[in-house]
């Protein structure tokens, strides 16, 4: 599955010193971008066409009514062609004027963002932080929304920086009871945990594509709520390419207001298809499970999950650093030595824990490479541990959950 990792292209002087061709095989353990499966490369290789083509208005159609199926809505629906930022930016710029009071819950650094943002774009922000590690209390967001009328709600709904994923049916269900409009950034969540964007009542749900939705960087989405709407009809939006009442007025064609990225709309079809065939309760289930094989292998050599395991995200997974060993140092090794990338920690975290991404386009034995890989790692960083010992329990915990369909051929 990491085919698409490999360097195909290198010359003779690559074959020189230690360079080996399986050295050069690279495995993609960070929270995103994640790896991009070989049909949805391929895809992205057709001729690119005119983005004011019926061809374009057929195609992106389609991957609208697509992408309201992961997001399990039938409100309005966006592709955008930039990251995630920019949506969570989207989002806010359009419904929230300066010197309006927001609600910013913060559990990480992908939440502070969502607030600094608001806080840039001149809102009166009210911050509830929480401590790293731990999900949002609803209790206290319960409070907050009792004492004061906000004009609209901020959640990660899975932190990265954390592995911690919060509850957003609660969040939905008292966002909605008040006028406030709840801004979801399900950036590193979405197509990888059950968003129920009209069960829930989420107003405005943004994401990218470079996580579980199998793409390279460069697309995200962001689907509107009916209440959301009549916000962003009384909201002096700040902002030209972000505007949402710009692409509301094109999407009846078909069309985006600005040039998209054609050759990522492609790669987006053929992954939706391929999340859509796996079908949406099987990919959540294989996405819990994978999480739990590696919760299990790392406990199995001792280590700590940062996240307590109610709130443990289904997509990253951080993990503190034992006793006496640099996650930085350790990174460094399984990077050089074994072409193994994980991710670090930040802000407050940062220097303390180590982060596996497990998203997207992975199955049981990225689990397993990844946990042999950290084993070697804190092996050779002197920490007594039991070779083996971590891929056993995930191999145990994976054998005991196999599910009924099997493999194909
Ligand atoms: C939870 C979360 N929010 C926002 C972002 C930012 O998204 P992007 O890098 O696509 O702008 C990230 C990226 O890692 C994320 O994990």
């Given at each position: ?87 969570m930016e989207m989002a806010l710029a359009n419904t929230v ?5 927001v ?11 969502f607030?600094?943002i608001a806080?840039v774009l001149?809102a ?28 609209a709600?901020l ?28 801004l ?20 405005l ?37 972000f ?167």
């Open positions: 599955m990491f085919g698409a990792r490999v360097f195909c292209f290198f010359s003779l002087n690559d074959m020189e010193g230690d360079r080996t061709v399986a050295k050069d095989k690279e495995y993609l353990f960070i929270p995103g971008p994640t790896p991009v499966p070989p049909q949805v490369m391929t895809a992205m290789t057709k001729p690119i066409i005119g983005h004011r083509s019926g061809e374009f208005s057929r195609l992106y159609r389609d991957l609208v009514k697509k992408m309201q199926k992961v997001y399990q809505t039938e409100n309005d629906l966006f592709i955008l062609s930039n990251s995630g930022t920019g949506a004027n300066p010197g309006e009071k609600l910013s819950l913060v559990t990480g650094h992908f939440a502070q963002r607030n600094r806080t001149g009166d922000v009210d911050t509830l932080d929480f401590p790293w590690g731990g999900p949002v209390d609803l209790d206290m967001v319960e409070n907050k929304l009792r004492q004061e009328n906000y004009r709600v959640v990660t709904h899975n932190e990265t920086s954390t592995g911690v994923i919060n509850d957003l049916a609660a969040l939905g269900q008292l966002t909605a009871q008040t006028d406030a409009l709840l979801v950034d399900a950036v590193s969540s979405l197509g990888g945990a059950d968003i129920k964007t009209d069960e829930y009542q989420l107003d749900v943004v994401t990218s594509s470079q996580k579980a939705l199998m793409l390279p960087p460069g697309l995200a989405a962001i689907s509107v709520s009916s209440k959301a709407w009549e916000r962003v009809e009384k909201c002096k939006a700040r902002t030209v390419y505007s949402l009442a710009d692409y509301r007025q094109l999407i009846a064609k078909g069309h985006t207001p600005w040039t998209p990225a054609v050759g990522l709309l492609y790669g987006l079809e053929a992954a939706l298809d391929m999340i859509l065939a796996e079908g949406l309760e099987e990919v959540f289930r294989r996405h819990q499970r994978l999480a739990q094989a590696v919760r299990a292998g790392m406990r199995a050599l001792g280590l700590k999950v940062v996240a307590p395991e109610e709130c443990a995200s289904p997509t990253v997974t951080a993990v503190w650093a034992p006793e006496g060993v640099n996650p930085d140092e350790l990174r460094r090794f399984l990077r050089e030595e074994l072409g193994v990338y994980m991710s670090g920690g930040k802000g407050s975290l940062a220097g303390k824990v180590f982060r596996f991404g497990h998203m997207g386009y992975v199955g049981e034995f990225d689990i397993i490479t990844g946990l042999a890989a950290v084993e070697m790692g804190l092996a050779k960083l002197g920490r007594g541990v039991q070779l083996g010992a971590g891929v056993a329990a995930a191999q145990e915990l994976l054998l005991h959950t196999l599910g009924k369909g099997g493999r194909k051929g």
